[in-house]
């Protein structure tokens, strides 16, 4: 059965130091993958996606993913986070793509935290 | 922003009463979604639907109901509400391809009392 994994479930960052959040996925092929923030009490914000082309894929706010086939990864990173980047982090995956059964299967999320 | 609204966007109530949760759509897109959101767990998909009176049921869709008789409107209803369902409902519908990204609502804090 198709899966994400977001191993940590808290982690906590210094203002202005490098993040990396990590998503691993269980799927037979390559799937649309995604990254989505939500603030407390917000709903879900799209980061950025990847569907096919060039892994390394940029967002939105300064985030960027890489898409390891390999290894079955699409961990999000950045290079300086800032105090608004506090919130909870989800990763998804999309499958079968273009399906009229498509649909995402997400991580459990993973919570930032940013010390001053 | 994809033109989503949900209502109501609180809500208490009691264990054994029925509960219908709303999602509006602006943008004629044909399918839509239901998920309920808990911590630990992520998003958990209820049902959905790919079209007006189409609809399918997704991995937690027990004591869970729909229906879609507009394109725009979106139904969940918990016939005889229980506990275990005090959850964050979102929906969501899906964008154009290629990449059939998802785009959510703000949200519906339901608890069960």
Request: charged content about 20%; some cysteine.
């Amino acid at each position: 059965a198709q899966s994400v994994t977001q191993p940590d479930i808290h982690i906590t960052v210094s203002e202005g130091a490098s993040l990396e959040l990590r998503c691993n996925y269980s799927y037979g092929a390559t799937p649309y993958l995604f990254w989505y923030v939500q603030s407390p009490g917000q709903g879900l914000q799209l980061l950025l996606k990847y569907f096919s082309g060039d892994t390394l894929v940029q967002g939105i706010k300064g985030f960027e993913a890489e898409f390891k086939r390999s290894q079955s990864s699409f961990n999000l990173r950045k290079p300086s986070v800032h105090w608004s980047d506090a919130a909870e982090y989800f990763c998804a995956v999309g499958h079968p793509p273009g399906d009229s059964n498509y649909q995402l299967i997400w991580g459990a999320g993973t919570k930032l935290i940013i010390k001053p | 922003d994809a033109g989503i609204t949900q209502s109501p966007r609180h809500k208490v109530t009691e264990t054994g009463t029925p509960v219908t949760l709303r999602c509006h759509q602006t943008e004629n897109h044909r399918y839509m979604y239901w998920y309920r959101q808990d911590p630990g767990h992520g998003l958990r998909l209820i049902h959905y639907s790919y079209g007006v009176k189409d609809t399918d049921k997704g991995e937690v869709s027990d004591g869970y109901s729909v229906s879609r008789s507009k394109t725009e409107d979106f139904l969940l209803t918990l016939e005889s509400a229980t506990s275990s369902q005090t959850s964050v409902y979102f929906c969501a519908i899906r964008g154009v391809r290629p990449t059939d990204t998802q785009y959510f609502g703000p949200g519906t804090r339901l608890t069960v009392l």
